[in-house]
């Protein structure tokens, strides 16, 4: 197992936050449907903000992480720690308010949308419709429970969480998400286990 470069700051657990050695075995690798292979660094719920793993095993990945300035000093260090500030820029502020930008391959949205209802998730997703290049894809990582929600157990608790500490959030199913992936304008929806992970990845093509 892979341990983290000496120095890295590590956020407190919470249950949908794990450490870096837990990302690491949770980290999946998967072919979509267009046999684009991709490695992402699951469930940490900041994949976004840091792209750790992602850098690390690209060096010509390129990682602009959003969030709030607290947040991104915290990403920043362990940018720095990782050898990888080269390749890591900032965007202080709001996913709703700050510009993310155009003309990126990937869009990492890793535990965030189910803070949200759908036509707020739907705001989110053309934000990222349209900082993505042609072909592009968006990457959501959540607790995906079955469209019957009868399961798997950890998503369909993870709802009750969501009922019980948000205004509006829940924990969508892929019918869910593929609804609001097309409001937004992708296509291609899939549905990917992230094995030992409970999380999955919804992936969709812009």
């Given at each position: 197992m892979p341990t983290a470069p000496a120095g890295l700051v590590e956020h407190p657990r919470d249950s949908i936050t794990l450490g870096w050695e837990d990302r690491l075995k949770g980290r999946a690798r998967r072919r979509t449907d267009g046999g684009v292979e991709f490695g992402t660094a699951l469930p940490r719920g900041t994949v976004l903000r840091e792209g750790d793993c992602l850098a690390l095993e690209n060096p010509r990945t390129e990682v602009v992480a959003l969030d709030w300035s607290n947040v991104l000093a915290v990403a920043r260090e362990n940018a720095e720690v990782a050898g990888v500030t080269a390749r890591f820029r900032t965007l202080p502020g709001s996913a709703f308010e700050v510009d993310w930008g155009t003309g990126y391959d990937l869009v990492l949205l890793p535990n965030f949308l189910h803070h949200f209802d759908e036509p707020t998730c739907v705001t989110i997703l053309r934000r990222a419709h349209a900082a993505l290049a042609p072909g592009g894809r968006v990457?959501?990582?959540?607790?995906?429970?079955?469209?019957?929600?009868?399961?798997?157990?950890?998503?369909?608790?993870?709802?009750?969480?969501?009922?019980?500490?948000?205004?509006?959030?829940?924990?969508?199913?892929?019918?869910?998400?593929?609804?609001?992936?097309?409001?937004?304008?992708?296509?291609?929806?899939?549905?990917v286990d992230l094995v030992p992970s409970p999380a999955r990845a919804v992936i969709a093509t812009r």
């Open positions: 990457v959501i990582v959540e607790f995906v429970p079955d469209d019957d929600r009868h399961g798997p157990a950890d998503a369909v608790s993870f709802s009750l969480v969501m009922l019980a500490t948000t205004a509006a959030g829940d924990a969508y199913t892929f019918a869910e998400f593929r609804r609001m992936l097309a409001a937004a304008g992708f296509q291609d929806a899939t549905l």
